[in-house]
């Protein structure tokens, strides 16, 4: 299987990587690369992990139609107010007939009813595992588990900086030295405020809701409180009495549409979603059949993002 | 598809309710049902949820004969020393060419690797998804959604009467009240000794190690210690100093092979294996590819196990 990717920074390679260690059992092929600081690629026998880049495609369908890939993986880092430009990416695939796989949030939070529709029309198939919880599996686990299962709502705690910076007050440091920290794990976004204010956890709160709830909303239409005005005074005396804040999002169907929420919540320190730290994310999911279930990942890095993006391929040629 | 059953208490029952509440968007039919206690029922064109119980079949091979299904549901009663009579049933229904689904840990407990290779060899599907977890998808989530990935190890609290007594030891009551408690909830083994003892977390860590890491062990291959001797005394002595006790099943690949056991251990109040409680469980996996992952499922009941079974039942369904 012939795939392109859009976007070779840290998770590219490391998708690279596992798709060159995974060869002999699962022939996949990595035909073109297409960035915006190095250029392009192309390589009909595959391409090396550490591709010769040269001369940048003048654009994406340019780019699709010399790679002739039958998969792309969409890696552009997320503009978190519009999902752009990874949207008209994938619908530049989508119209040579071109599967799509992508590890960024934006286009099933702002865009996912129109592109599911899409690709559908197409004949072609839409994933993105890695989008949310690092390539653990939440939406293959519903598609592919939980046959005829209605997810009614969820509760998660999916943002690592928050609970970097959250983990970092509690032993007395400033936000500001929790950011630091974030940052030197390499979790933080650019604009660190998009962790804090809860606008990270509000574009996933939205991808979950418009895949697993048909719920058609925006990151705009998240309820939205983030941790800002936690500071460690605060912290200290809530945690003094058994309890800990945790930036939590949450969906909840309702005779007037699905609800979404997220707001730094004080929880028991016990509680499921409060015992996640760090980079680990879990999600609880509430529904008809299975009642309350759920899944996490402790501490995930790059190479659990690649593997969500290879789990998607993998899931995609099993189709076929 | 029509489906036939053997066993049908209480989880018999609410899989037949899960299956007259799917029939329209999964056409599956029960056209048998066989009991020890109240006799057999047939009709091809599908039992009620109540079925008129005639004369028992004469044994399992002439109630395969008679009520001519694709796929067995095998409910009995795990006989925790040996997991018979299930092996025999799944075999009688694997020599007719039948699909089988078992809620019973014994079969996958005691005889996975045997029973795995003769499904393959009469070329149809042996699932068990219920047997462990209470529905949770574990090992459709590592047959599905994990291509590729080698598991290592894992740990699981996956016993809910030791979770129930010790709840009730940490408020106070003694042994024998906490497993009045379980009882009461219906969750305790007919001898609540098999769960003390972590005779059903070994049973529960044969089952998981034979199925995800082809361990080929049995029960009594569990390095094994209950919770028997944890006093209300001691329990709160552990966690006035902010620990608990939870009886944990692990598994590790090592050079000698796959190494399980199942102790009382003593964690942090606030360890994510302590956070589930009753009859809550949760499974930790080490992963090569995907790091340390897991699942977990909040409360279940029946109706959370019937759906295990209807869920693989889709799954080979669409495997066809």
């Known amino acids: 299987m012939k795939v392109a990717l859009i976007g ?8 690279a990587r596992l798709v060159e260690k995974k060869r002999a059992a699962f022939p996949f092929r990595i035909v073109g690369a297409h960035t915006a ?13 550490e591709p010769a880049f040269g001369p940048a495609a003048p654009d994406i369908d340019a780019f699709l139609a010399h790679a002739r890939p039958e998969v792309l993986v969409e890696l552009t880092p997320l503009n978190p107010e519009s999902g752009q430009p990874a949207i008209a990416h994938i619908r530049a695939a989508f119209q040579r007939g071109i599967h799509v796989i992508t590890a960024n949030k ?45 997810v009614n709502g969820f ?17 007395g440091l400033t936000l500001e030295q929790g950011i630091d920290e974030a940052r030197r794990l390499g979790v933080a976004e650019a604009d660190p405020w998009f962790d804090i204010d809860g606008w990270d956890s509000a574009c996933k709160a939205a991808a979950l809701a ?25 912290l200290a005396e809530i945690e003094a009495s058994g309890k800990t804040v945790v930036l939590v999002s949450r ?27 760090g980079t680990s994310n879990l999600l609880i999911l509430e529904t008809d059949l299975m009642g309350q279930l759920g899944v996490f990942t402790l501490e995930p890095g790059l190479e659990q993002t690649a593997y969500g993006l290879f789990s998607d391929l993998v899931d995609i040629a099993r189709s076929l």
């Open 210 to 234: 418009n895949v697993l709830m048909d719920a058609r909303l925006t990151p705009q239409q998240v309820e939205r409180r983030g941790i800002g005005k936690v500071t460690p005074d605060k």
């Open 37 to 49: 600081r190095h250029g392009t690629a192309y390589d009909p026998q595959g391409l090396p992990v």
């Open 251 to 277: 969906a909840k169907r309702t005779p007037g549409g699905v609800k979404l929420r997220v707001r730094a919540e004080v929880l028991d320190r016990h509680d499921l979603l409060a015992s996640v730290r």
């Open 106 to 150: 934006g286009p099933i939070a702002f865009a996912y009813a129109a592109l599911a529709e899409e690709a559908r029309r197409s004949g072609v198939e839409f994933r993105h595992e890695a989008a949310t919880m690092d390539g653990t599996p939440v939406y293959n686990m519903v598609r592919n588990n939980l046959p005829g299962v209605i």
């Open 155 to 171: 509760a998660g705690a999916l943002n690592s900086t928050s609970k970097v910076i959250l983990g970092a007050m509690s032993r």
């Open 8 to 15: 070779y920074g840290n998770v590219g390679r490391a998708f």
